[in-house]
């Protein structure tokens, strides 16, 4: 099996325009997370994480979703150094709804039905940046960006190209916002996850790409996608396991591929969205896999769930932690709270890290997970 | 590892008011979509009261995967983490979405919200069958046989999987168009091997004479 090396990455947020960027503001304890009063999007206040409307100004030949993806895989093929025109290489998407904003701002018409698909924003990008080769899209629920990494490690493994762009992003749209408060499952203050007092989520926008390579970068710092895994409750919807038992085995898998132990993995970027059922599910599996020792985050309180970005953008930050050796704290979480201990990272660790667990489940009873390795 | 080959065990075509299993139309009715899926099921003798519930997308696949793994009459000999799915489509979830929307304005519904992803046909079929293994949800432009083809054949290689379901799922404009496969590692010839070519021609056929 071929290493799977990580070239570039990218995070485009509230927080800043570069991976870089966001890591220091995360250190400095920064959160974009906070009420916004916004009628177009809610009649009620609500409490998320939104990119700045004058972003989106002055491309008016790509759409909002368009533009931020344009700009965090302008970014990370940049610093990568590579040319997406090359045979080797190819361009995997991942977002939750793409451009449902679309379908609200104008009359829905088969036209625009046809339109706001993903894959004619895949094409316009692939076109943009000048890949040859057909975009892969992945629109898997929450572990779009966690599953288009590990069809990107998995291609490469293969040999089916050399180098893959794995890019994801989600905007905050009236229609995402509504169907989450539908569920109840908003919270109105700052997200808490792992918390005792956790009542909720808070929705974030971004785009996050990481540059993926058979060939290593010419830098010290050597970062490997190890393994990964996928699985599915087969329980509930919108609900998650009440065993744990199917994201440990995504777990599992990604332990196992990767070659590391329980005892090898530094810490754990969960998918913490801080419900009450997400985290103490995700609580049991990390019990499961033996894992509890290491400390856990969960970035939700500084960007929200960032949907289809999530798995990438958390990627990312938990890949600076690996060269940086610091662990990021959970923003919100104050008292431990959940079905099974774990130890929550509450303040900003430094020490020397080789390894990380990510990840990630979604409504449809999906789970994936990934281990990243420093080499 | 011993590699046993794998083979189309069965699959099931539904478009243009036509039900197509293994090559031979078992099912044609005059209705349109949401009357075409509740006449299939009807018919096939299905019970599952779940499908009443679900969306549109949700409910051709339930349709199609029930027909689908008739061939195994009750007798499933995989565990639930060796069995998977792979579906794909162009339009994700837009019928779901479109129907959310309208009904949001007035009221937005949890019960409707849940179907605006494309990957709840994967979860609802995971619950009826108790598959847990290796699932994942592709966007392509046209049914793309060559990488259906891949993504599976390596799964199994990994030796992640033993039994998936997979292909196309789609509904536009109520119309469902699916070509569903149950794909499996037998250490015999049952069906026919599972290549691109084998995915393209069942896919390709008019059953519509």
């Given amino acids: ?375 | 590892m011993e590699q046993g080959r794998i083979y189309i065990t069965s699959a099931v075509v539904l478009r243009n008011g036509v039900m197509v299993k293994d090559g031979s139309v078992i099912f044609r009715a005059p209705e349109k979509g949401a009357a075409f899926l509740q006449a299939a099921y009807e018919h096939l003798g299905i019970d599952y009261p779940r499908f009443y519930k679900m969306d549109l997308l949700s409910k051709a696949g339930t349709v199609a995967v029930d027909m689908l793994l008739r061939v195994h009459l009750g007798a499933w000999a995989y565990r639930p983490e060796e069995t998977g799915m792979v579906l794909s489509n162009r339009n994700a979830s837009i019928d779901a979405d479109v129907q959310y929307l309208e009904a949001s304005k007035a009221y937005p519904s949890p019960a409707l919200f849940v179907y605006t992803l494309p990957n709840i046909v994967i979860g609802e079929i995971s619950i009826r069958y108790k598959f847990k293994g290796e699932n994942a949800f592709f966007i392509s432009e046209t049914f793309d046989a060559d990488w259906i083809h891949w993504y599976v054949t390596d799964l199994v290689q990994r030796g992640l999987l033993k039994a998936c379901i997979c292909g196309w799922i789609d509904v536009m404009n109520e119309q469902p168009d699916g070509c569903l496969f149950l794909v499996e590692q037998a250490p015999a010839a049952t069906g026919q091997l599972f290549t691109a070519e084998n995915l393209w021609d069942i896919y390709n056929k008019d059953y519509e004479m």
């Fill in chain 1, 1 to 375: 099996m071929k290493k799977v090396f990580v070239l570039s990455r990218n995070i485009v947020s509230p927080l800043g325009n570069t991976a870089k960027a966001n890591f220091e503001a995360l250190c400095a304890g920064q959160t974009s997370v906070k009420i916004h009063h916004d009628a177009s999007r809610s009649e009620v206040p609500f409490c998320a994480s939104l990119m700045d409307p004058a972003f989106f100004e002055g491309t008016p030949s790509f759409t909002p979703f368009e533009s931020v993806l344009k700009a965090s895989v302008a970014d990370a093929v940049t610093q990568a150094g590579i040319d997406p025109s090359d045979p080797g290489t190819a361009l995997i998407l991942s977002s939750t709804k793409g451009n449902i904003g679309r379908l609200e701002q104008y009359p829905v018409t088969d036209e625009l039905k046809k339109e706001v698909a993903l894959t004619v924003s895949a094409e316009r990008l692939a076109k943009h940046f000048g890949f040859v080769n057909p975009p892969v899209i992945v629109s898997h629920a929450c572990i779009s960006g966690t599953l288009a990494i590990i069809t990107a490690k998995r291609l490469i493994d293969a040999g089916k190209y050399k180098t893959i762009v794995v890019a994801g992003a989600d905007l905050i749209t009236r229609f995402i916002l509504s169907g989450f408060q539908s569920f109840h499952a908003v919270s109105g203050t700052l997200c808490k996850p792992f918390d005792a007092n956790r009542d909720g989520i808070n929705l974030g926008e971004a785009a996050a790409t990481v540059v993926l390579s058979a060939d290593p970068s010419s830098g010290n710092e050597k970062i490997i996608i190890g393994g990964g895994g996928v699985s599915n409750d087969a329980n509930h919807i919108s609900g998650p396991s009440r065993t744990g038992e199917e994201l440990f085995m995504a777990i599992d898998r990604a332990m196992k591929e990767a070659g590391t132990g329980a005892a090898d993995i530094d810490f754990i970027s969960a998918h913490g969205t801080a419900t009450v059922y997400n985290d103490d599910m995700e609580s049991r599996a990390i019990n499961l896999g033996g894992v509890q020792g290491a400390p856990v985050n969960s970035l939700k309180g500084y960007y929200g769930h960032t949907l289809g970005a999530a798995g990438l953008l958390e990627t990312v930050i938990s890949i600076e932690s690996l060269c940086n050796n610091k662990i990021i704290p959970t923003k919100g979480f104050e008292t431990p709270g959940t079905v099974e201990p774990i130890s929550v990272c509450s303040t900003l660790i430094e020490k020397p890290v080789q390894a990380f667990l990510k990840t990630a489940s979604g409504f449809g009873g999906c789970n994936a997970a990934i281990v990243v390795v420093k080499v």
